[in-house]
């Protein structure tokens, strides 16, 4: 018997269209973290989060509107998608205020133990969609690039890093959430946009009251860099690329993908290098050529 598209969905590797746009939003989301460090001394990092959301959802609510796809449909979403949100605003709420203890190498490793999170919580909700041994050693590999990269985590020394560490595991576990609830429920079915906007519409009311409870507050008016960072997150960020993202995960695996996104800290550090000046290890590039190594394991077809 023939398999369903939607079945199909669950464990489609990537095609070279498919792996190229993920590529493309992992430069992206690199570029990101750059992003935030070039706003943060005119907008605090909670209130970046929340401003990006409330102003993404208004964009993708135009397009919306203007390209007639219908936004309130009774579609047995509603529940899923506030819960989408929910996750969605914790993760960032966990990544922000984890940095105020841990620093930003050891925050990099402990949140991209999300695709491992993916990949286990596969098993329970998309069991179809499990991993054989070389796509665990493509996984392992790319971790290892991670590794080599940032450095072994040492102990932490202070409780209150100890503290942070935690907040970037539970991050990542929400990242993880996310990813599955929308891969295993009626989200899939219905367009990116509106998946997109429960996220953002549900988030930020939740991240600006983070914000007002951590005391951020905008002291003085950014500067014109600060804003075009901002604008950079909001438009081309998550009004783009985290829609065409969850497009790709209604229609590929999801452990896939997520595996891809080890690519993202990697970038991270080439942003850095480019337009902050930080320096490069010579690591670098054996870590790259892990992190790619591994991918190529994990996408491979099964027979």
């Known amino acids: 018997m023939a398999s369903s598209p939607a079945s199909n969905s669950v464990t489609r590797p990537l095609d070279v269209a498919a792996a190229a746009i993920v590529v493309v939003l992992c430069l992206s989301w690199g570029f ?14 909670l209130m970046q989060a929340t401003i990006r959301s409330a102003v993404a959802a208004l964009l993708i609510g135009g397009w919306c509107r203007l390209r007639g796809i219908a936004m309130l449909a009774c579609d047995g979403t509603l529940w899923f998608g506030i819960a989408a949100g929910v996750l969605f605003a914790a993760e960032f709420i966990l990544i922000y205020q984890g940095l105020v203890y841990t620093t930003a190498t050891r925050a990099v490793l402990f949140i991209y133990l999300a695709p491992f999170f993916v990949v286990l919580g596969s098993r329970i909700f998309l069991p179809a969609d499990g991993f054989h041994l070389a796509q665990w050693i493509g996984l392992a590999l790319s971790f290892a690039g991670m ?90 960020v998550v009004s783009i690329t985290f829609v065409a993202w969850f497009a790709l995960i209604a229609r590929y695996s999801a452990n896939r993908l997520s595996a891809f996104t080890f690519l993202t800290p990697l970038f991270g550090v080439a942003a850095g290098h480019l337009v902050l000046g930080e320096p490069l290890t010579g690591a670098f590039t054996a870590a790259v050529a892990l992190v790619a190594g591994g991918l190529l394991l994990v996408n491979r077809a099964r027979r």
Not at 32 to 45: E, S
Not at 164 to 170: A, E, I, S, T
């Open 147 to 236: 590794l080599i990269a940032f450095g072994l985590p040492t102990p932490a020394v202070d409780p209150r890093q100890a503290i942070g560490d935690l907040m970037m595991v539970g991050a990542a576990l929400f990242w993880a959430a996310t990813t599955l609830i929308i891969k295993a429920s009626p989200l899939t079915k219905i367009s990116a946009e509106k998946v997109m906007l429960y996220q953002l519409v549900v988030s930020a009311p939740i991240m600006g009251a983070a914000a007002y409870f951590a005391g951020e507050q905008i002291t003085h008016a950014p500067s014109a860099l600060a804003l075009g960072s901002l604008a950079y997150q909001t438009v081309w």
């Open 32 to 45: 990101n973290q750059v992003a935030t460090k070039l706003a943060i001394h005119g907008v605090p990092p």
